[in-house]
């Protein structure tokens, strides 16, 4: 009885309904996913590189719908034809948000996207450091103007450096950007948990 | 979810319908002798508009209208209907004049660069992934620095030994000029440059000339040069993804242009009903 | 593989930001500078690797950014300005990112296009850019047109810059007036009379719709000519351009099928424009005329595959009818040889394309000797027109009249008609011919006169008679403008008109003989015109009977009769020719201005006179047919053909016929024992197969325009 029990949590989910399509991604697929606790996202950003053609229009979304700053890059753990890119996964369990001293990164109220909020983050990089998969960014903030000048703390003459990551677009319509920006369906913010969209969308 | 090919198949039929409604149209019109270049040019014409909004598009990430994936469907469907079109509106004649040859030889260079591009877009990124290595272009020349320090390295280390110079007289003459720089534009047409391969036998070659270390400076060299040659890869075959934009969009604003006086000129000297 | 390169930490992988427009200089060696240009393209190493020390009570602080390594070791001078190291090395010359690039050259090139286009439509060079391709060789020619110099030839556009071509793009409409405009260029070189009539150049075959009409439906009776009634189409007057008919489109090939979804231009515009059809511009050996053979049949009731399949039969080729009536079949066994000599009737226009039928002199007077000779022959034909007697009438009172030698029963065609012209004869004319009363039947009248008590009457159109013989008798001028004046009055036009000149000029000839009549018959009448009381008692008997042969041609007075009459004096006489069509125009025009009473009873007069003649014109009228208006003098060429949109070359037939005399190939006689009237001319209609044999796919050209053309241009 405790071998079933194993051999459930160990083996990889069989659809049960008749009828529906079997998730068929192979087994080393799942095998990157979890070891690299990839599984933890509930919007992972896969990039087919297949089929990208690495022209960065969802570096210019994400970028445009953020002031010009960009909240991911475009490089990331490879498995296969596919990347997992170092943008926020949106974890179900976030390590990030263990031990931020000011509270900035939180869950949103709109649907729990992890967030950080710019004004109250001090930049101390906590987040960053924690992060397992190095998907936040220490940056120097830049102002609006044309200059784009490192923005500059009067009182110790530094610059000021703050958090990034991937906010999912909170704060407009439509969801990430980036899904939508790309040409050639090579993006996609994918739940982990859900194995049958994963299986549906690696086998497009 | 929908698979490639379920939309591959369906699209094709909606452009080949598209297509037949279209030379249908044209051929009836032209039975009863109407002007067919007339509303073959306006529909030409709204067709190279819209397909110039895909542009305009991928510059505007909000308001949120469409994926751009689908905007790209689009335009590769109705770009290819607008070459037929373009080939009806003409009547598959080649123009005489010198303003007319200009545009339509400004129109093709559109075209097929379109056509080269789709060709390129959907076999270049197959072959980078199956290459691996996966660089970010703009990075490339940090790269290639710090690939050409670890060889300078490793050349440095191999004069440790018994003072022999082979490894460095030999990367001074071949590899130095190699590792200082991504290999030429014309060669990245092709996609096996053999340069690598050769360097790499040489080297080996070269083994019997040296001694237990430095046959292991050797081989980590050899790596070197294994990973320069992806990096040459990534650089050239993601340039040539960049490059061929740079033919296809400019290009666009004259056909344009080219356009509008065509318009113009049409209805200024237009000599029947 | 991977690149080890590649660190994904934070601190390993700077922020990247693909957006920006400028990178920093050293990025392509390979060793770009943490912070990057700004936004403006202007490097940052001067304002960051060096510091704003700042001030904490005594001590001075460095303030360099991490990204230019932070802090210096050494900190600010003690009087508070920087000390770090200038950092030269660090500078850097900013490159654009390839986006930025590729941006530039967008609006590079959109500049470069935009300033070529302004300089090429600028005046030296607009026109040969501009031109879309070389004119054909027929057009080239024309002077001004040559090396792309003028378009304004052909173009009001030509004439004009951008500025006004946008003004036309934005006002003009295609249809309206304009298109007129642009044909008319056209027009002003290809318009001769008979050609392409001006004001019917943009309609459907350049003719009115009306004519389209009656055209088809001749076409589609199968005897046109001889059928008792014609078609009842009204001929418009008017070029009003109707839809032709509802025979737009049939469809009989898929190509055809498509047509019907369409409504073309025939139903919508009913006109069409040259360049439809004529398309310019396509180089230098273009052929204009080319069109292709669906485009006919988009109009075309019976439409078809090709020549070969489908085409209608030919039912009416040769033209059947119309011309000189001949039948060849019967001619056939006229000839000692049996065997028809075509050359010998008929021989090649100058051009070689159609067969002409030679002069009467040449063809027919062979054997239908129509010249008479002199009072010896016995050729002359019997035929002798009876035109001046003067009738029987008893006067009351005494009246100034031949009573001895006034034999006439009724009045003669000629004398009604003549009588007609007199104004003051027209009322009793009116009467003798009235329906209800003598219905042209002299003696019935005169009978009528009796009855009701109106003798003067008699006396009236005894006078009348009088003063017709007066001035066919006279000579002077005034006899001959007397003349022209009641001619032109008979039939009801105007003294320019050609058959009264014509009419006149016959009629002099006749002075001579009606004088001698005058003399004979009424030597006083000029006295008693003037008013003067004469009898006819005091006349000498006339004593000379010289000019009384039976056989004399001409003008001549019968004694035995006391008559005037005339016998032609060779085939194609001219009195009885004009007067023959006077007759056949003013008798059958439609027209007739009712609210004139003396033109209403004048055409009255001409339809009895004609409906009289007509047997006796029997003798013309049996070789020369009639149509509704004309009679056919000559011979039909298909020249004369019901539509001209059929033209057949004859000479490079000819020259394929194994004996070039071999006419029969083609034109077959119908020597068949029931050879009905549809076959007038005698021969059976061509066989398609004929042409078939050659005109078919493979081998001589089949095509519509090969026969047909849109223009009636030449048989």
């Not at chain 3, 052929?287 to 053979?293: E, T």
């Not at chain 3, 009228?621 to 509704?628: I, L, N, P, R």
Request: negative net charge.
């Amino acid at each position: 009885m405790g071998d079933e029990k194993m051999t459930e949590l160990h083996t990889i989910k069989e659809v049960p309904e008749a009828g529906k399509k079997k998730d068929n991604f192979d087994p080393s697929m799942m095998e990157f996913l979890v070891e690299n606790r990839l599984i933890n996202g509930t919007q992972t950003m896969l990039i087919d590189l297949d089929r990208c053609t690495r022209c960065d229009d969802c570096l210019q979304a994400c970028a445009s719908g953020h002031s010009n700053n960009p909240r991911f890059i475009r490089h990331g753990r490879i498995h296969g034809h596919y990347m997992v890119a170092n943008a926020c996964m949106h974890c179900e369990d976030p390590v990030c948000m263990i031990g931020c001293p000011t509270g900035a990164i939180h869950r949103s109220e709109r649907n729990g996207e992890v967030v950080i909020n710019d004004l109250t983050c001090i930049g101390c990089g906590t987040c960053a450091i924690s992060c397992p998969y190095e998907n936040i960014r220490m940056v120097n903030v830049r102002d609006q103007s044309d200059e784009s000048a490192v923005m500059v703390d009067p009182v110790n003459g530094r610059p000021i450096v703050k958090a990034t990551k991937c906010d999912l677009c909170v704060e407009h319509h439509g969801g990430p950007a980036c899904e939508r920006a790309c040409p050639h369906d090579a993006l996609k913010r994918a739940d982990m948990n859900d194995l049958d969209f994963l299986s549906d969308w690696l086998n497009r | 979810m929908k698979t490639f090919r379920f939309r591959l198949f369906w699209a094709i039929i909606a452009s080949l319908f598209l297509a037949i409604l279209f030379v249908v149209g044209m051929l009836s019109y032209k039975i009863v002798l109407h002007n067919t270049a007339f509303i073959s040019g306006w529909i030409l014409l709204v067709m190279v508009l819209v397909l110039t909004l895909f542009n305009v598009r991928k510059k505007l990430t909000y308001p949120p209208l469409f994926k751009s994936a689908t905007w790209m469907q689009f335009h590769i469907y109705i770009g290819a209907l607008s070459v037929l079109v373009f080939l009806l509106h003409t009547e598959w004649h080649l123009p005489n004049g010198v303003f007319e040859s200009i545009f339509y030889c400004l129109f093709v260079f559109v075209a097929g660069s379109g056509v080269i591009g789709i060709y390129l877009t959907r076999t270049i990124p197959r072959q980078l992934a199956g290459r691996g290595g996966e660089v970010i272009f703009e990075r490339i020349p940090m790269f290639l620095k710090e690939l050409r320090e670890q060889a300078e390295g490793l050349v440095i280390d191999s004069l440790q030994f018994n003072d022999s110079t082979i490894i460095a007289d030999f990367y001074n003459t071949k590899l130095a000029a190699y590792m200082s720089a991504p290999r030429p534009v014309s060669l990245r047409v092709f996609r096996h440059d053999r340069l690598r391969e050769e360097y790499q036998a040489e080297l080996k070659a070269l083994h019997r000339y040296l001694s237990d270390e430095e046959q292991e400076v050797a081989e980590k060299i050899s790596d070197v040069l294994a990973l320069k040659d992806v990096l040459d890869f990534h650089h050239g075959r993601q340039g040539l993804l960049k490059a061929w934009l740079f033919v296809h969009i400019p290009l666009t604003y004259a056909v344009l242009l080219f356009m509008v006086v065509h318009l113009v000129l049409v209805h200024a000297f237009y000599g029947g009903m | 593989m991977r690149i080890p390169l590649q660190e994904l930490g934070f601190k390993e992988s700077t922020y990247e930001r693909p957006n920006q427009a400028w990178v920093c200089g050293w990025a392509k060696d390979g060793d770009p500078c943490k912070h990057g240009p700004d936004g403006n393209g202007r490097c940052t190493a001067h304002a960051q690797a060096i510091c704003q020390p700042r001030g904490d009570g005594d001590r001075w602080l460095c303030t360099r950014a991490d990204a230019f390594g932070g802090s210096c070791t050494e900190g600010p001078r003690p009087d508070g300005s920087c000390s770090c190291p200038t950092p030269e090395h660090l500078v850097c010359q900013p490159t654009r990112s390839l986006r930025a690039k590729r941006g530039l050259l967008v609006k590079l090139v959109a500049a470069a296009t935009f300033g070529f286009l302004v300089l090429m439509l600028g005046d030296p060079w607009r026109q040969g850019f501009v031109s879309p391709g070389e004119l054909s060789s027929v057009h080239l020619a024309i002077e001004g047109t040559a090396g792309e110099e003028n378009c304004m030839t052909c173009h009001s556009a030509g004439s004009q810059g951008p500025a006004a071509w946008i003004e036309t793009l934005l006002t003009a409409s295609d249809d309206g007036e304009d298109h007129h405009n642009r044909s008319e260029q056209c027009l002003a070189c290809h318009f001769k009379d008979g050609e392409i009539a001006r004001e019917q150049a943009m309609l459907v075959h350049g003719v009115a719709s009306g004519q389209l009409e009656r055209v088809t439906l001749i076409a589609q009776s199968p005897n046109p000519d001889q059928s008792p009634e014609k078609p009842s189409v009204e001929i418009q007057a008017n070029v009003d351009v109707t839809v032709v008919g509802a025979s737009v489109i049939g469809a009989t090939t898929s190509q055809l099928i498509l047509a019907d979804l369409v409504h073309g231009p025939i139903e919508d515009k009913p006109e069409i424009a040259c360049s439809n059809c004529h398309q310019e511009h396509r180089g230098i050996n273009h052929d204009l005329r080319l069109m292709d053979d669906v485009a006919c049949q988009v109009c075309h009731q019976q439409s078809f595959e090709s020549f070969n399949f489908g085409h209608p039969r030919f039912t009416q080729v040769p033209r059947q009818t119309g011309g000189i009536s001949f039948d060849h079949a019967k001619h056939e066994e006229r000839f000692e040889s049996g065997k028809m000599n075509c050359a010998g009737c008929h021989s090649l226009d100058s051009q070689g394309h159609t067969m002409e039928v030679k002069s009467f002199e040449n063809a027919c007077e062979g054997c239908h000797e129509q010249r008479s000779t002199d009072h010896h022959g016995d050729v002359i034909k019997k035929n002798t027109l009876l035109m001046i007697q003067l009738p029987e009438i008893e006067f009351e009172d005494d009246a100034y009249w031949p009573v001895d030698y006034a034999y006439g029963e009724s009045l003669t065609p000629m004398m009604t008609m003549l009588l007609a012209g007199d104004d003051e004869a027209l009322p009793l004319l009116e009467k003798i011919y009235d329906e209800d009363g003598a219905a042209g039947d002299l003696y019935e009248w005169l009978i009528e006169t009796d009855d009701n008590d109106e003798p003067a009457l008699r006396v009236e159109l005894a006078m009348a008679l009088k003063r017709l013989i007066a001035e066919l008798a006279d000579d002077s001028k005034d006899g001959a403008k007397a003349r022209i004046d009641r001619l032109a009055s008979a039939l009801g036009t105007t003294v320019d008109d050609m058959h009264v000149q014509h009419l006149a000029n016959d009629l002099a000839s006749a002075n001579f003989v009606m004088l001698i009549f005058k003399q004979l018959y009424l030597p006083q009448v000029d006295a008693d015109l003037a008013g003067e009381d004469v009898s006819a008692e005091d006349d000498d008997q006339p004593e000379t009977q010289w000019m009384t042969s039976a056989t004399t041609a001409g003008w001549r007075v019968d004694f035995d009769d006391a008559s005037v009459s005339y016998r032609p004096l060779t085939h194609g006489d001219s009195l009885l020719k004009d007067w023959m069509e006077a007759l056949k125009i003013h008798s059958t025009k439609p027209a007739v201005d009712v609210t004139n009473r003396k033109s209403e009873i004048r055409a009255g007069l001409q339809k009895h006179i004609y409906a009289e003649l007509k047997s006796d014109f029997n003798a013309c009228t049996k070789c020369h047919t009639q149509e509704e208006q004309t009679i056919n003098w000559n011979a039909a060429g298909r020249a004369s053909g019901f539509s001209g949109y059929t033209k057949f070359n004859h000479s490079p037939h000819i020259a394929m016929l194994p004996d070039q005399d071999d006419c029969m190939t083609c034109h077959v006689l119908n020597t068949g024992s029931a050879n009905d009237l549809s076959m007038p001319r005698g021969f059976l209609p061509h066989r398609n197969e004929r042409c078939e044999s050659c005109h078919a796919p493979g081998k001589a050209n089949n095509t519509c325009l090969n026969c047909h053309q849109y223009h009636k241009l030449r048989p």
